[in-house]
């Protein structure tokens, strides 16, 4: 893609990933976005969309009276 001017990448810092292939490849570090509150489910930190499927599906399989 010769036009290719610029493309985003995102590593999870908090599961260990500091993006060290992109780094090695000589991409440039521009710095962190937001972080986002953990939640932990289970004692298992768990990200809020896969939360939010959860109770999706939980949701679906209920009935309304």
Do not use: C, D
């Amino acid at each position: 893609m010769p036009r290719l001017r610029l493309l985003v990448s995102y590593a999870e810092m908090n599961r260990g990933h500091f993006g060290k292939t992109y780094q090695a490849s000589n991409w440039v570090f521009v710095g962190e976005t937001g972080h986002e509150a953990e939640i932990i489910l289970n004692g298992k930190l768990t990200h809020r969309r896969t939360i939010n499927s959860i109770v999706t599906t939980l949701s679906s399989g209920m009935r309304h009276k």
